[in-house]
Structures are given as structure tokens and as C-alpha cells.
């Protein structure tokens, strides 16, 4: 996650600069941020913050007075948002920001087997960032996520749609109010870290260590850190939630989510805002600045980054389809300075499909985004996966076909095992089976999502809020199924 940053942390002016910078004509340049832009340091200042203030004014989704939670990794992007929240609290008030800002950090330590005493040192250093901001922080260790409710996978129901022009009405009513006081960003509070007990860790390891490849293992991982996110947010009553992915993170993960099978999501997982949590909207303000642009301005301006070790840190570059996804598109950035933004434009294209995912049941049970298996009839990826799953799952000619495991669960289970489906599902009787076979979990999820299950050597190392919902969705299909079946025989009797 860090090398898309660190490449640019070499010499800041390894172009030759013209004299002049091309805005005001005066300054000599100090940054070439394109072939043929070449800004002086006011002037590059400007335009950066003009940038961030454009990117959020375009949108009109954060509403003055809101409360926006700004998740910051202590890399150089989230740092950067950071810092560009503050300039804009801190500018006049005509052209000053309206939102009140909290800061969030997952400490992930603990998934990349950090010691304690590495763990303590980092959260230091970035306590003493955040503190410099005044804005209330959140130190959050992922081991948390273990302890979550099953309601973080549930899309909650959001804010009506705003009208046409309530963003305008809003934004005046606010300088009408308060909006010359200016705003005070929140009380900020030390709250002392939660500790974390060892086995808490333990755990936790334990489940990243059950995915069998890292790249399963890097895919593990942004999901429970976004549910512990989304979580945080909920609980502190932040309704937004700003991630600090630049355009270049986000081109690599673009390309990597098509590897991956995620191509339904890619404008949930790409685009300025995502929507998938209901209540809860993401947000992503640095899509719009390269990373060499992000490196150059924190080095220029002095923005604080702590550097923290991801899973992929010191692997090589074929260790991960993410992590080789990123080399291939930093090498072809090298000598094509025009690829990050060319596959990033695409991204601005996307769009959702809407209302396919109206109840719970039709959403992926770990990425939350709306099931993408049930278009898998025609010519796809999921469909040839099912059709070779199929097939070498077909025994001796004289057995009777049967349908496999990703088929609707209820519709081939003939009874309930104690209290659960019994799972058996291809082979005579399941009243026989088991109670202990494990429910057909992956009939929840997307496709991706299934990929990333499979990959795994345990559901059952599966946090207990993903466990739990997966067992009362499994027995509510069930349920459905048995009523579905008087409806019919109702239908039946009325003909
Ligand atoms: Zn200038
Ligand atoms: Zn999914």
C-alpha cells in the first residue's frame, strides 16, 4: 500500500524546470507537475487547494454542520487530506469549509505482526499529528473488529434523497446562523487508547493467517478495516466518512478489482462517494491528485506522514494480484505519465447499477455491495467458474445430477438440522447429515467476495458478527422458502 507513495519520495525537481512559472508569469517555477505545468510554490499552493475545495464543491454531498470523519493511515494521501481539511477550516469565510471534522486511525499492527512496543511508537507519533490539529481523534487497533455487531453489514437506511437546491439552502442558512462565528471544530478529547489484549491479537492473526494466498489476505483485510471504519463512524454519529485514496491508488485498485472479479463494484469501490452503508457515505476527496503531486506538496509544505508497514511491505512484486497490479501500473507511469490519469478518467465514467439491492438478502454479506451472482447466466466469469465447478463435481454417469453448493441454499435442503440448514446439499437425505456441517456461506456473498472465501482454509476463523448474520440470513432464505411454498399451494387451491 506504501510503494505507490514511497516512489515518489526521490529528488523533488528531477524534471529541468523552465524559469517561469505558467499561472502568474513572475515566480520563477519550483514543480512541474505535467509536461508544460510549471507552477511556482504560490502558485502549485493554490491550485492544490483550490483543487480540494473543487472536488468537494462539484459533489455537494457534505452539508454545512455536518460531522465528517477523516480516516488517515499516517500515509502521505490521508496525511495530505488532513492537511487540506484544515486550510480550509482555517480560510476566510466566504471560501472556508462548513463541516466539522473528527480523525480516525486503525492501527493494523497487530494483521503485520508488529510488536507491541512498535505498535506503541507509531500511535505516539500520530497522536502527536492529529493533537496539532485540534480536530477530536480516534485511535481504533483493527483487533476491535472481532468485537463488532452484526449490524455493520447491514446497509442502513440513509438520509432522504436532498432535493435540488437544498445544499444552497442549507449553506445559507448556515451563514445566517453561525457561519460568521465560524466554526469550532469539536472538542477534541484524549481518550486513551483501548488495550489490546494478546489473544485479541492472536485472533485476529489467526484469521488473516487462514487466507491461503495474500492476496486474499490484503482483500481479508480492507474489508474488516472498512466495516471497523464504517462502525466507528456509526457509533461517534459521523455520517461521512472521507478516505484519502489518490488518483494513483485508486487507478491501481480499479485495474486490480477487474482482476479480482469485482467489476460490478468498481464504481462503489472508485468513485467520489459510495453509498453501499446507507447512513454511513464514503467519501474519497484525493481522487482527483496524482500521488507525485501529493509528494511534492507535503514535502514543500512540511505535511507530517508516519510510515506504517501493510501486508504487501517488502514482498515481491508478484506476491499479490493488488500488489502486482501497482507495480505494473507505476512502471508504465514511468515512461507513459499519462497512464494513471487515463485509467482513472474511466473510473469517473462508472456507475452503479441501482435498486438491484433493495433488501439485506440481495447484498454481498462482507462488501456490503449489491450481489452480482445472480446475472451470472450469460457469458461471465461467474458463470464459467459455476459451469467448471459443475462439472468436476459430476461423478459416475449412472448418479443423478445434482445441483451444486452455490445454488439457492434453501431450495435443496429438506429439512433443518438443529436450527441450522443442515448443508447437505447433493447427496440423498439431509435429515442424516450432520448438524455440524457448516452453512453454505458463500451463497452470500459476491463472486469476489466467494474468491476471496475460498481462498481461505476456515470460514469458521470468520470474525462472529460475519458468522452470526450469515446464520440468520441462511435461516431466514429458509424460512421464505417454506413460505414461499404455501403461497403457492394457496394460489393453487384459488385456480
Ligand atoms: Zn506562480
Ligand atoms: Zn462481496
Keep these: 500500500m506504501c510503494q505507490v507513495e514511497e516512489e515518489y519520495h526521490g ?25 508544460g505545468d510549471a507552477y511556482c510554490r504560490g502558485c502549485f499552493k493554490e491550485y492544490f487547494i483550490h483543487k480540494f475545495r473543487a472536488m468537494l464543491g462539484k459533489n455537494r454531498l457534505i452539508f454545512p454542520g455536518e460531522k465528517v470523519l477523516l480516516a488517515v493511515s499516517g500515509g502521505p ?77 447491514l446497509s442502513a437506511p440513509g438520509a432522504p434523497e436532498q432535493e435540488a437546491g437544498a445544499y444552497k439552502a442549507a449553506v445559507d442558512h448556515f451563514l445566517l446562523s453561525n457561519g460568521s462565528s465560524g466554526v469550532t471544530a469539536g472538542q477534541q478529547q484524549e481518550t486513551p487508547p483501548p488495550e489490546v489484549q494478546e489473544a485479541h491479537t492472536h485472533s485476529l492473526q489467526r484469521l488473516l493467517g ?26 461517534a454519529g459521523y455520517s461521512k466518512l472521507m478516505l484519502g ?40 476527496p484525493m481522487r482527483d491528485y496524482s500521488a507525485k503531486e501529493i509528494a511534492y506538496y507535503n514535502r514543500m509544505f512540511s505535511v507530517p506522514s508516519v510510515f506504517t508497514a501493510g501486508l504487501d511491505t517488502k514482498t515481491a512484486d508478484k506476491s499479490s494480484i493488488q500488489h502486482l497490479t501497482e507495480s505494473f501500473v507505476i512502471k508504465l507511469q514511468a515512461d507513459f505519465p499519462s497512464t494513471v490519469s487515463t485509467i482513472y478518467r474511466t473510473s469517473e465514467k462508472l456507475q452503479s447499477c441501482k435498486g438491484s439491492a433493495s433488501a439485506e438478502g440481495d447484498r454481498c454479506l462482507l462488501c456490503v455491495c449489491a450481489l452480482d451472482t445472480a446475472a451470472g447466466e450469460n457469458a461471465s466469469a461467474f458463470s464459467a467458474t ?26 435443496q435442503c429438506c429439512s433443518i438440522v438443529g ?46 458478527y460475519i458468522l452470526s448474520e450469515a446464520e440468520r440470513r441462511l435461516r431466514r432464505s429458509q424460512l421464505r422458502e417454506e413460505i414461499r411454498d404455501f403461497l403457492l399451494e394457496d394460489e393453487a387451491d384459488e385456480g
Excluded at 487462514?210 to 457509533?235: D, F, G, P, Y
Excluded at 482482476?259 to 463494484?265: E, I, K
Excluded at 462439472?391 to 434453501?410: C, D, F, I, N, V
Excluded at 451463497?443 to 481461505?456: F, V
Aim: net charge positive; aromatic share 4%.
Design 386 to 411: 459455476l459451469i467448471s465447478e459443475q462439472l468436476s463435481q459430476t461423478k459416475s454417469p449412472g448418479e443423478s445430477r445434482q445441483a451444486p453448493e452455490w445454488t439457492a441454499p434453501a431450495s
Design 77 to 153: 494521501s490521508s496525511c495530505s487530506m488532513l492537511s487540506q481539511v484544515q486550510e480550509g477550516l482555517s480560510q476566510n469565510a466566504h471560501k472556508k469549509l462548513r463541516f466539522l471534522p473528527g480523525i480516525v486511525y486503525i492501527d493494523e499492527g497487530g494483521a503485520v505482526g508488529q510488536s507491541v512496543e512498535h505498535r506503541r511508537r507509531t500511535v505516539e507519533e500520530l497522536r502527536a499529528v492529529f493533537r496539532a490539529t485540534g480536530f477530536p481523534f480516534l485511535m481504533v487497533p483493527l483487533e476491535q473488529v472481532l468485537d463488532l455487531p452484526s449490524s455493520v453489514v
Design 11 to 35: 529528488p523533488l525537481l528531477r524534471e529541468e524546470l523552465p524559469r517561469q512559472c505558467v499561472k502568474c508569469k513572475e515566480a520563477s517555477a519550483a514543480v512541474v507537475i505535467r509536461a
Design 210 to 235: 487462514s487466507a491461503r494466498t495474500l492476496t486474499a489476505r490484503e482483500e481479508l483485510l480492507n474489508i474488516l478495516r472498512q466495516h471497523l471504519l464504517v462502525h466507528t463512524a456509526r457509533s
Design 245 to 284: 485514496d489518490s488518483c494513483t491508488r485508486l487507478a491501481v485498485k480499479l485495474l486490480s478489482s477487474i482482476s479480482l472479479g469485482r467489476g460490478a463494484q468498481l464504481a462503489h469501490d472508485t468513485g467520489f462517494s459510495d453509498s453501499r452503508y446507507g447512513d454511513t457515505i464514503l467519501v474519497r
Design 419 to 464: 436450527g441450522e440448514l443442515c448443508g447437505n446439499r447433493g447427496g440423498g437425505c439431509c435429515s442424516s447429515a450432520k448438524a455440524s456441517e457448516s452453512p453454505p456461506l458463500r451463497s452470500l456473498l459476491c463472486y469476489s467476495c466467494q474468491l476471496t472465501i475460498k481462498d481461505m482454509s476456515s470460514e469458521e476463523v470468520l470474525p462472529q
